[in-house]
């Protein structure tokens, strides 16, 4: 086996299938949105292996210049242990130029991001099962139409600490169903259920506390089907009792890491992301 140069190059949507035999590789599921939405509002930074196709890939999706989120990074698992997991992690982080860089940390990864620099500063724990709604699911949230989109647009903004216009404005063409609780002030609260590789995913949820984020989780519940998996952000003592009660169970959980400033906006009122790569 020939060893990889370790020239580091910006991927293109002709590398869309080598990132998915890549998180094959890994015995990750070949989650083509997700990758989709990488390479649509991210850079994917990759090393080509020379028996073909790629040994390492990275993503890093930037939100103008005080945050970016870094996520991806697999390594084939042919060429673990040789620094290419390190070399793309310093390369991408370099790259953001931004106060702060944000990510989820598997396991495997956190060692690795601690000697980069990287703090723990949270948690995201997944949770899979079948959604049972509440008492009348419909009652306290609604269906968002697309004249919701620009209030949609300026709470995810306030919350994530950045715009990020196109990534929120996608997700009413690729999402199931998105729903929000209102309220006299404004949007509370909105979330979105799309459909991964291997059944529906929950995510972004915004909300102000976890009463609404329960409720727009409930408000949801009745139009999906099969099992579904949400990453949620912090302890969440509440809603994570509330999600065990309507089917939920918690599936394993990642650090939420960061290198340089704390990540802007209001992080309490992020309950899920849309994808973990994404934020
Ligand atoms: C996590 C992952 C990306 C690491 O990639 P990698 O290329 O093996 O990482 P590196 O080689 O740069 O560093 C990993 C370890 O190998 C060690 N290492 C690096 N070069 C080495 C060498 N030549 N010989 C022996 N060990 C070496 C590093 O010191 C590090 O060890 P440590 O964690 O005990 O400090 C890879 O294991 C992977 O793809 N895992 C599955 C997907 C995943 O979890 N991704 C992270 C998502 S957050």
Redesign the pocket.
């Known amino acids: 086996m020939t060893a990889p140069q370790e020239t580091v190059r910006r991927l293109g949507y002709e590398d869309f299938a080598a990132c998915l035999a890549?998180a094959q590789d890994?015995?990750?599921p070949a989650e083509y949105r997700a990758w989709d939405l990488l390479f649509a509002f991210g850079e994917v930074y990759g090393i080509d292996d020379p028996g073909g196709g790629l040994a390492?890939v990275i993503a890093l999706v930037r939100y103008g210049d005080r945050l970016a989120n870094?996520?991806?990074?697999?390594?084939?698992?042919r060429?673990?242990?040789?620094?290419?997991?390190?070399?793309?992690?310093r390369y991408a982080t370099e790259r953001a130029g931004t106060a702060s860089v944000w990510?989820?940390?598997?396991?495997?990864?956190?060692?690795?991001?601690e000697?980069l620099g990287f703090r723990a500063t949270g948690t995201c724990t997944r949770y899979a099962g079948h959604l049972r709604p509440g008492d009348q699911p419909g009652r306290w949230s609604r269906e968002a139409e697309p004249s919701d989109l620009p209030e949609i647009i300026a709470l995810d903004a306030e919350v994530f600490g950045a715009r990020r216009t196109e990534v929120v404005a996608c997700l009413f063409s690729v999402a199931e169903q998105i729903r929000l609780v209102g309220g006299p002030a404004g949007i509370r609260g909105f979330a979105g259920v799309w459909r991964g590789v291997d059944g529906p995913v929950v995510g972004p949820v915004i909300a102000e506390d976890s009463d609404t984020a329960a409720a727009l989780l409930s408000g949801l519940a009745p139009a999906i089907e099969g099992p579904v998996r949400i990453d949620l952000y912090g302890h969440r003592p509440k809603l994570r009792a509330w999600l065990e009660e309507h089917g939920l169970r918690d599936a394993g959980g990642?650090t939420v890491m960061v290198y340089g400033d704390d990540p802007p906006g209001d992080r309490a009122r992020l309950f899920a992301p849309v994808t973990?790569a994404i934020g």
């Open positions: 890549l890994r015995g990750w390492a870094l996520g991806g990074l697999l390594v084939a698992h060429h673990g242990r040789r620094g290419l997991g390190g070399l793309l992690m990510l989820t940390a598997t396991e495997y990864g956190r060692q690795m991001y000697g990642t973990r």
